[in-house]
């Protein structure tokens, strides 16, 4: 069958336009099933992947618990008060700062962003412009649970 290189071009020309806004990085779970996302992309310094991974901040990370239960956006902040862990505050001491996510598409099929910047804070122009390509990234990516081998593998390369 091939890869199926138009959705590949769109996913990575959507992921370049993410690493445009997101100097210190970003992540995005991709059509999140039964916990797991079926896609997953992290920019952030490996460091840090690291440190959460080995943090286990998965399970306690208020962000991800956010994502999974709302649409919509929300600046990392305004959930600093849910965040007994202190996973927010062990982000910013690893450079990641004005942390904004996106949780978009339904709660069986969700995808979630976490979005970072050095810069300041995201202004209302640009969060439309994340909103708009992580639901984007989103609906390019429908249906993956039926793709071939090929053009998943070239999808999981892009990150």
Not at 21 to 41: E, V
Not at 52 to 70: A, I, N, Q
Not at 85 to 110: C, K
Request: glycine fraction near 10%; include cysteine; aromatic fraction near 8%.
């Amino acid at each position: 069958m091939g890869v199926d290189n138009i959705r590949v071009n769109r996913v990575a020309g959507l992921l370049d336009r993410l690493r445009a806004y997101c100097d210190t990085g970003f992540a995005l779970a991709i059509h999140i099933r039964y916990t797991r996302p079926s896609l997953l992309y992290r920019t952030y310094a490996q460091g840090w992947i690291d440190h959460y991974s080995e943090k286990g901040f998965m399970l306690t990370d208020p962000v991800v618990h956010w994502g999974l239960t709302h649409v919509g956006a929300v600046d990392w902040a305004d959930l600093a008060a849910q965040d007994e862990a202190g996973v927010i505050a062990d982000a910013a001491a690893h450079g990641l700062f004005n942390g904004l996510t996106h949780g978009v598409g339904p709660a069986n099929s969700r995808t979630i962003s976490g979005l970072t910047r050095s810069t300041g804070p995201f202004s209302d122009e640009e969060r439309a412009e994340l909103a708009e390509i992580v639901v984007e990234i989103h609906a390019a990516t429908e249906g993956i649970e039926h793709y071939n081998a090929e053009t998943l593998e070239a999808l999981r390369a892009l990150g």
